[in-house]
Antibody, heavy 118, light 109 residues
Framework: EVQLVQSGAEVKKPGESLKISCKGSGYSFTSYWIGWVRQMPGKGLEWMGIIYPGDSDTRYSPSFQGQVTISADKSISTAYLQWSSLKASDTAMYYC???????????WGQGTLVTVSS | SYVLTQPPSVSVAPGQTARITCGGNNIGSKSVHWYQQKPGQAPVLVVYDDSDRPSGIPERFSGSNSGNTATLTISRVEAGDEADYYCQVWDSSSDHPGVFGGGTKLTVL
């Protein structure tokens, strides 16, 4: 069974750094792209970027390029999303999802809620 | 970047058919995927590659795609189908290849 398990909710202050994780299991982690999707409170889904854990090839949405870093450690089947300096506007639910046929997101993590507040 | 346009809301009575549209320039040339998201839950893929259903998704969910409009059709709507629905395409020619529509709130009357 394919599973993506994300790290727990985080509460941070503006300017702090953060790295959240997404651990894959039940499939060959290095053979499928994993993407990150943002959902701000009461809003829709936003495509942030994707990574291919096999060779760490990474693509970013222009909206998120330079704002976040996507990485993966294939030795522990885990993808990451990190910020070096959080803003209040980063408050959102963040989902990881595994790409499947036609670049659809066939499998999703449960989401990680990030709250940034002073 | 490529833009997908969905109606903000659709309402339907139980047992009727709901149709949710997703508009985009020549979207018929792309593969369209549809997600259902219920409150407090992660999205779930309900249709991929225009009209295929993942394992476990009822046959009541179907999709079509032609010209500038893709459509998710939900037959014999049930109260449990009330959710937000998002379309998504992959535009490989764009610097923003992963694109979601703005979402449609399906209300079951």
């Amino acid at each position: 069974e394919v599973q993506l398990v994300q790290s727990g909710a985080e509460v941070k202050k503006p300017g702090e750094s953060l790295k959240i994780s997404c651990k894959g299991s039940g499939y060959s982690f290095t053979s499928y792209w994993i993407g990150w999707v943002r959902q701000m409170p009461g809003k829709g889904l936003e495509w942030m970027g994707i990574i291919y854990p096999g060779d760490s090839d990474t693509r970013y949405s222009p909206s998120f390029q330079g704002q976040v870093t996507i990485s993966a450690d294939k030795s522990i089947s885990t993808a990451y999303l990190q910020w070096s300096s959080l803003k209040a506007s980063d408050t959102a639910m963040y989902y990881c999802a595994r790409l499947s046929s036609g670049y659809s997101y066939g499998f999703w993590g449960q989401g990680t809620l990030v709250t940034v507040s002073s | 970047s490529y833009v997908l346009t969905q109606p903000p809301s659709v309402s339907v009575a139980p047992g009727q058919t709901a149709r949710i549209t997703c508009g985009g320039n020549n979207i018929g040339s792309k593969s369209v995927h549809w997600y259902q998201q219920k409150p407090g839950q992660a999205p779930v893929l309900v249709v991929y590659d225009d009209s295929d259903r993942p394992s476990g998704i009822p046959e009541r969910f179907s999709g079509s795609n032609s010209g500038n409009t893709a459509t998710l059709t939900i037959s014999r709507v049930e109260a449990g189908d009330e959710a937000d629905y998002y379309c998504q395409v992959w535009d490989s020619s764009s610097d923003h290849p992963g694109v979601f529509g703005g979402g449609t709130k399906l209300t079951v009357l």
